[in-house]
């Protein structure tokens, strides 16, 4: 296949999260393959600006309004474009210019502008793991209705996608997405019963922003990641496996229909699944460090203990319900995980109060974009009373 020469113009939503840095990072990396379009931040207006001084996109989005004046103050001599409001961020995805779109928003947040751009045949680059959470069977019913490819960005998306590169007629009998553990493998009930925010952050592998870290630590994300997966590669529940593999060195397991299995390993760097969905289907030169097999004389795999994290079974639950079930267990987990990061709750909480929304919230088993933002509003104000009770 021969390379293009014209550069890939990126709009990245959430450049100033963790994954939009290491996106920036590669782009630094790649001047000649990559070029920044559209850049948007929620509140952080000062890294946004200087992000948007250096890369020079067509167009940024601040959604806080309230920092808008600043942004565009700083940007209109740079000649830079701003717009603010989170109604920006749908349309300024289906600028004509863009050829990728990156989202890196955290949470619900990003499903609308994941659709709209969906909608604008825009190739997705998907870090943004509730927008197939939550509705995931409308997002990937439009991607096929405007032939859009999503391209996975959470390093065990980008694994299982590389293990089937040329393998995408063969059947796939079961696939493995492996966990770390987090800071807190192996604790018992009683353990965590007093574990503070603090504790919960200090993640013994992966860089990620606080949500995330702390969703890693109750094996929350890893079962978004089991729901996503569902939806990506079009799995039923029971043909999506966690293991628990502290090193975070293979990154996840295919296993075929004859027994083979095909695994991804790599040193824990998001910047290797971030390059390969923006080069995709190219793989290009990194300097990122190399993996050696003699640093790691011991590759080690547990089993996930679903009792204990009983976030990872709520995700199964959700999975099996289908309808809005995994929509109400994202939103409860947005605001009892911002909660406990706040010193509201305490850690065993967060499973507690997920559990409770997603079993009283309106169940809806075949429903509509406007049902998902309304089952999304019910779950958020019934966790925040149970948030208030504790």
């Known amino acids: 296949m021969e390379e293009t020469t014209e550069k890939k113009k990126i709009a990245i939503l959430g450049s100033t ?10 782009i630094r990396q790649h001047p000649d393959k990559f070029e920044v379009e559209v850049l948007t931040a929620n509140t952080n207006s000062q890294l946004l600006i200087e992000q948007s001084i250096e890369f020079k996109p067509n167009a940024v989005v601040i959604v806080d309004d309230s920092n808008y004046k600043e942004v565009a103050d700083k940007l209109w001599k740079e000649d830079i474009k701003t717009y603010s409001g989170q109604e920006a961020l749908s349309q300024v995805v289906q600028m004509e210019t863009i050829d990728l779109v990156l989202t890196a928003l955290v949470g619900f947040a ?25 509705a995931g069977e409308l997002v990937t019913k439009l991607a096929d209705q405007h032939q859009v490819p999503i391209l996975p960005v959470d390093s065990e998306h980008s694994a299982i996608f590389q293990c089937m590169a040329g393998e995408f007629h063969n059947k796939i009998e079961k696939i493995y997405l492996t966990a770390s553990g987090g800071p807190f493998r192996g604790w018992s009930k009683d353990q965590l019963r007093n574990v503070n925010p603090s504790q919960a ?13 702390i969703d890693s630590a109750t094996l929350m994300n890893k079962g978004l990641e089991v729901i996503e997966a569902r939806w990506l590669f079009g799995l039923k529940g029971n043909q999506i496996d966690v ?9 996840s397991i295919v296993q075929f229909e004859d027994g083979s299995m095909k695994a991804q390993m790599g040193l824990p760097d998001m910047k290797l699944p971030i390059q390969y969905a923006m080069a995709y289907p190219q793989r290009i030169p990194s300097n990122f460090p190399r993996f050696n097999f003699l640093d790691y004389p011991q ?35 947005e605001i009892s995980n ?3 990061r706040k010193g509201q709750i305490g850690f065993l909480d967060i499973a507690d109060i997920n559990e409770k929304v997603m079993n009283s919230c309106t ?23 149970y948030v208030d009770k504790k």
């Open 17 to 26: 999260g963790s994954i939009g840095i290491q996106a920036l990072e590669v």
């Open 110 to 134: 990003g499903l609308a502008p994941t659709i709209a751009a969906i909608e604008a045949k825009k190739p997705i680059a998907l870090a943004n793991k509730e927008a197939l959470v939550v």
């Open 201 to 213: 952050l200090k993640h013994p592998n992966w860089e990620m922003g606080a949500k995330i870290t």
């Open 243 to 251: 293991i628990v593999h502290p090193q975070s060195i293979l990154h």
């Open 299 to 333: 590759l080690t795999f547990e089993k996930a203990d679903m009792k204990v994290f009983g976030n990872l079974q709520l995700a199964y639950d959700a999975l099996e319900k289908e309808g809005t079930a995994a929509c109400a267990l994202n939103a409860a987990n």
């Open 338 to 340: 911002e909660a406990f």
């Open 363 to 385: 169940f809806i088993k075949k429903p509509t974009i406007n049902d998902y933002f309304n089952c999304d509003t019910e779950a958020r104000e019934l966790a925040r009373l």
